[in-house]
């Protein structure tokens, strides 16, 4: 679990912020959000 969040937060990082790759942002941040609320939840990706 952690390979894959520190593969999320990669590529959430490579990918520019523009209104195509928002919806992509959001999805991750309520994927974290949901999979791991104790450890992760309240931090924000941005």
């Known amino acids: 679990m952690e390979m ?3 593969s ?3 590529l959430i990082l490579l990918v ?3 209104k195509i790759n928002r919806p992509i942002l959001n ?4 994927i ?3 999979n791991l ?3 992760y ?3 924000k990706l941005r």
């Open 27 to 30: 999805f991750s941040e309520a």
């Open 32 to 34: 974290i959000n949901a």
């Open 8 to 10: 999320v937060m990669s």
């Open 37 to 39: 609320p104790e450890k």
């Open 4 to 6: 894959f969040l520190n």
């Open 41 to 43: 939840g309240p931090m």
């Open 16 to 18: 520019p912020e523009d």
